[in-house]
C-alpha cells in the first residue's frame, strides 16, 4: 500500500532528540504526492477532529492495525555490500589478515555481474524486511557491479548512499583486486558518481553517489588527494574507515605522522558529509576536529567485537556532540539487523563502564567513565541520529521529512516480542521492541512512503 496523497492515524515511536522517546498517541501524519510527511496533528490539537472526519470522508485515511507500531525506518550508517556472502563467517583472525584472505578475494569475484547482481539482489531485499530504509554503502573497485547496485536499490525502492571503493596502494592491495593507478581510482569514483547523478528512475534522488577511499591503508596519497579534489567540487558524500584497530591506527600514524582524522582532514576529506566507520582510536583532538568539521562517526559495536579490540566510547563522543550513525559493518559485524546493532551497543556500552576481567575488583575493573547507554540512545542513533549524521531528511516523523518507516507488529506469531498481561505503554514498550523486535515483527516497511517489504506486504 503506497501511503502518498494519504492521511495516516498512527501510533508509534520516534527520537529527533538523543536520549529523548517522544510516543506518538494516534497521530495523524499527512504523506504528500513526493512521500514527504506534509503535516503531523496531534490529538490535543483543536483541528485534529475535522482534519480526521475530512480525510475519512475523502477515503484517504489509513489506520493501523491493532498492535501496529511505527518507527521511523533504521538508518544503517556502514554495509559492505559484496561483504553480504559471508555473512558469519570468516571472523577468526584479525582485520589484516581477514582483508587478504577472505574479503578481497570475495570481492574480486564482483567482476562477474552475474555474481554481483545474485548478491545485492538478496542483500537489498534482506535489509529492507529488517527495517533498513537507507544503507550507506561500500561496493567493490568494480564500475559495472556497482552500477547494478545502485540500480537494484532503485528498482526495491531502497534509499541508499553507494559507493564505488577506492584502493590503488600497490603494497597494501593485491594485483588481482586494485585501481590500477590514483587515476584510474579517480576517474572511477567520478564516472559512478555522473552514473547516479544522471540516472533516468533517479528523479527523487533516492540513491546517491559516495566518495569512498577504503582507507588510508589501501589508498596512495595520490588517490587520496585526487579524491579530496573531487569531493570539494562535487560537495557528495564522503565514507572511509578510520582509526578501527590497533594496526590500522598504527599504520595511518607511521605513514603519515598522524592520526586517520588529522591525515583525511588535510586531504579535504573531512567535512559535514563523512562518515567515518568505527573510529575506535579517536584522541580528543580528532573529536574536536570532527566537531569543528561536522564529520560523523558509523559506530559498529559488533565488527569492533571481532576485529578492533575496543569499544568505541559512544557516550562520550554524543555528549560532546558528535555526528554518529549506527552501522551493521556486514560482514565485520555477522549480522544484518539493525535492531541487532541496536541492542549490541548498548551491552558493549555497559561493558565498557563497567569492564570485563573478573580477576579484578570491581573498582579497578570499572573504566570510571560513565559509558553507558540506554535503548533511548541507541534508538535514536540508529534512526534520526544516523539521518542527521547523513544530513538526509529521514529518520523522524515531522513534516518535511520522508515518510521512511516501519510496521512493527508486536502480536505476529512468527516474530519474537511476548507481551504479557500487564499493559505495556509508554516508552516501556519501545524498550520491549528494542530488545525483542526480530524481522518476523515488521509487518511493512515504507520508503518515501511506497511499501516496499514486510511480512504484511500489500504491495
Ligand atoms: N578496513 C578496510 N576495509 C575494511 C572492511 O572491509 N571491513 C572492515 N571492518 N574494516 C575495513
Ligand atoms: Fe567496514
Given at each position: 500500500m503506497t501511503l502518498r496523497n494519504t492521511w495516516l492515524l498512527a501510533r508509534g515511536f520516534h527520537a529527533p532528540v538523543c536520549g529523548a522517546v517522544e510516543v506518538l498517541e494516534d497521530v495523524l501524519i499527512a504523506i504528500g504526492a513526493g512521500g514527504f510527511i506534509a503535516d503531523v496533528v496531534y490529538p490535543n490539537e483543536e483541528r485534529f477532529g475535522a482534519l480526521k472526519s475530512e480525510a475519512e470522508q475523502q477515503g484517504i485515511l489509513e489506520k493501523l492495525p491493532d498492535g501496529g507500531y511505527l518507527l521511523p525506518g533504521f538508518v544503517d550508517c556502514h554495509v559492505h555490500a559484496p561483504q553480504y556472502p559471508q555473512l558469519g563467517s570468516a571472523l577468526d583472525?584479525?582485520?589484516?589478515?581477514?582483508?587478504?584472505?577472505?574479503?578481497?578475494?570475495?570481492?574480486?569475484?564482483?567482476?562477474?555481474?552475474?555474481?554481483?547482481?545474485?548478491?545485492?539482489?538478496?542483500?537489498?531485499?534482506d535489509l529492507l524486511s529488517n527495517g533498513t530504509t537507507t544503507a550507506l554503502y561500500f561496493a567493490t573497485i568494480h564500475q559495472e557491479a556497482t552500477r547494478l547496485l545502485a540500480d537494484i536499490c532503485l528498482s526495491k525502492g531502497q534509499r541508499a548512499l553507494v559507493g564505488k571503493v577506492?584502493?590503488?596502494?600497490?603494497?597494501?592491495?593485491?594485483?588481482?583486486?586494485?585501481?590500477?593507478?590514483?587515476?584510474?581510482?579517480?576517474?572511477?569514483?567520478?564516472?559512478?558518481?555522473?552514473?547516479?547523478?544522471?540516472?533516468?528512475?533517479?528523479?527523487?534522488?533516492?540513491?546517491?553517489?559516495?566518495?569512498?577511499?577504503?582507507?588510508?591503508?589501501?589508498?596512495?596519497?595520490?588517490?587520496?588527494?585526487?579524491?579530496g579534489r573531487l569531493a570539494q567540487e562535487c560537495g557528495c558524500h564522503v565514507q572511509t574507515h578510520c582509526s578501527e584497530s590497533d594496526w590500522e591506527h598504527g599504520y595511518v600514524l607511521d605513514r603519515h605522522g598522524m592520526t586517520d582524522a588529522a591525515s583525511l582532514d588535510r586531504f579535504g576529506l573531512l567535512g559535514r558529509k563523512t562518515m567515518l566507520a568505527h573510529s575506535n582510536f579517536l584522541t580528543?583532538?580528532?573529536?574536536?576536529?570532527?566537531?569543528?568539521?561536522?564529520?560523523?562517526?558509523?559506530?559498529c559495536p559488533l565488527s569492533n567485537a571481532f576485529f578492533a579490540g575496543a569499544v568505541f566510547p559512544l557516550r562520550a563522543a554524543l555528549e560532546k556532540g558528535l555526528h554518529v550513525g549506527l552501522g551493521t559493518d556486514i560482514s565485520g559485524g555477522p549480522s544484518a539487523s539493525m535492531f541487532e546493532a541496536s541492542r549490541n551497543?548498548?551491552?558493549?556500552?555497559?561493558?565498557?563502564?563497567?569492564?570485563?576481567?573478573?580477576?579484578?575488583?570491581?573498582?579497578?575493573?570499572?573504566?570510571?567513565?560513565?559509558?553507558?547507554?540506554?535503548?533511548?540512545?541507541a534508538f535514536h542513533v540508529a534512526t534520526a541520529g544516523g539521518a542527521k549524521a547523513l544530513d538526509l531528511p529521514v529518520g523522524q516523523f515531522a513534516p518535511g521529512y520522508a515518510f521512511d518507516?516501519?510496521?512493527?507488529?508486536?502480536?505476529?506469531?512468527?516474530?519474537?516480542?511476548?507481551?504479557?498481561?500487564?499493559?505495556?505503554?509508554?516508552?516501556?514498550?519501545?524498550?520491549r521492541i528494542i530488545f525483542t523486535a526480530s524481522k518476523g515483527n515488521i509487518a511493512k516497511v515504507w520508503v518515501a512512503g511506497r511499501e516496499v517489504a514486510g511480512t504484511h506486504a500489500t504491495a
Open positions: 583472525v584479525p582485520l589484516e589478515v581477514w582483508l587478504h584472505r577472505y574479503t578481497f578475494p570475495l570481492e574480486a569475484r564482483f567482476a562477474d555481474l552475474s555474481y554481483a547482481r545474485r548478491a545485492y539482489d538478496l542483500l537489498v531485499t577506492a584502493m590503488d596502494h600497490p603494497e597494501n592491495c593485491p594485483d588481482y583486486y586494485r585501481d590500477a593507478s590514483p587515476e584510474a581510482a579517480i576517474e572511477g569514483t567520478r564516472a559512478l558518481i555522473d552514473y547516479i547523478f544522471a540516472h533516468p528512475v533517479n528523479g527523487e534522488g533516492l540513491v546517491k553517489p559516495v566518495i569512498t577511499p577504503r582507507f588510508i591503508p589501501a589508498c596512495t596519497d595520490a588517490a587520496l588527494e585526487g579524491l580528543p583532538s580528532d573529536m574536536e576536529l570532527m566537531k569543528v568539521r561536522e564529520a560523523a562517526v558509523a559506530h551497543a548498548i551491552t558493549v556500552s555497559r561493558m565498557l563502564e563497567t569492564g570485563v576481567d573478573p580477576e579484578k575488583p570491581a573498582a579497578e575493573r570499572a573504566s570510571g567513565q560513565p559509558a553507558r547507554i540506554d535503548f533511548r540512545q518507516a516501519i510496521l512493527i507488529d508486536c502480536h505476529a506469531p512468527g516474530g519474537t516480542i511476548r507481551l504479557w498481561d500487564e499493559a505495556e505503554t509508554g516508552d516501556d514498550l519501545l524498550q
